[in-house]
C-alpha cells in the first residue's frame, strides 16, 4: 500500500500499479519489436536472393540463347571453303618457317 496522503489510497495503489505494470512490460515489448525486425530483415532477405536467383538464370538463358544463335548463323560452306584454302595454301609450313628463323636469331644474341 502507498503513505497515507489527502487523496484515497486506492487511486494512488491504481497510478503506481499502472505504472509498475509499464515499465515491467518495457524490455518485452522491446524484444518483441525487435524480434520482428530481425524476422522481418531475414524475409527480405530470402526474397532478394531468390529475386536475384531468377533474374541470374533469365540473363545465363538469353545469354546461352545468342550464344546458340551466333554457332547457328555461322555459314559452314563458308568456314570449310576457308579451311580448304588455308590447308592448301601450305601456311602451317611458312608459319613453322617464320618460327625457325625467330629461334635463330634469339640464339645468335
Do not use: C, W
Not at 520482428?36 to 532478394?48: E, F, R, W, Y
Not at 568456314?79 to 584454302?85: I, M, N, P, S, Y
Amino acid at each position: 500500500m502507498a503513505l497515507e496522503t489527502a487523496l484515497n489510497s486506492q487511486i494512488t495503489d491504481a497510478v503506481t500499479q499502472a505504472n509498475v505494470k509499464t515499465l515491467g512490460d518495457s524490455p518485452a515489448l522491446s524484444l518483441s519489436n525487435l524480434y520482428q525486425m530481425i524476422s522481418q530483415s531475414l524475409g527480405l532477405a530470402a526474397q532478394n536472393a531468390v529475386f536475384a536467383q531468377q533474374h541470374s538464370n533469365i540473363i545465363h538463358q538469353a545469354t546461352t540463347t545468342q550464344g546458340v544463335n551466333l554457332i547457328y548463323a555461322v555459314d559452314t560452306a563458308a568456314v570449310g571453303d576457308a579451311t580448304e584454302k588455308i590447308s592448301r595454301a601450305d601456311v602451317p609450313s611458312d608459319m613453322l618457317n617464320i618460327l625457325g628463323v625467330l629461334k635463330a636469331l634469339t640464339n645468335t644474341q
